[in-house]
């Protein structure tokens, strides 16, 4: 079984940055396709960043041009670094990870998704 931890989350002001980290821990062998999904107030959980089992990335259009996910396979986390943000950027940020080489983004990437962290806040402020 695998577990996914978030950590990196906070209060920032927009046009700021922040980092998440993603670490995982028990089941990592095989293909693993890695999101980040985020879920604000009253609104679906929305993909916004993936990377698969052999590096290839996609995008959300919310988030395309400020959002970089990356992974480093001698290390353990996934990262998703945020700049430029704004306060519609302000949600609960999810790693999540498929048992598939790739999974596109799309409204349904959340189906397809195997294992789920418990979530990161970041929240930006005006």
């Known amino acids: 079984q695998l577990q996914l931890v978030e950590s990196g989350g906070g209060s920032v002001q927009a046009g700021g940055s922040l980092n998440l980290s993603c670490a995982a821990s028990?089941?990592?062998?095989?293909?693993?396709?890695m999101y980040w999904f985020r879920q604000a107030p009253g609104k679906e959980r929305e993909g916004i960043a993936t990377?698969?089992?052999?590096?290839?990335?996609a995008y959300a259009d919310s988030v395309k041009g400020r959002f970089t996910i990356s992974k480093d396979n001698a290390k353990n986390p996934r990262y998703l670094q945020m700049n430029s943000l704004k306060p519609a950027d302000t949600a609960l940020y999810y790693c999540?990870?498929?048992?598939?080489?790739?999974?596109?983004?799309?409204?349904?990437?959340?189906?397809?998704?195997?294992?789920w962290g418990r979530g990161t806040q970041v929240t930006v402020s005006s």
């Open positions: 028990g089941y990592t062998y095989g293909s693993l396709c």
């Open positions: 990377i698969g089992y052999y590096g290839n990335k």
């Open positions: 999540a990870a498929a048992r598939r080489d790739w999974v596109p983004i799309s409204t349904t990437s959340a189906k397809l998704m195997n294992y």
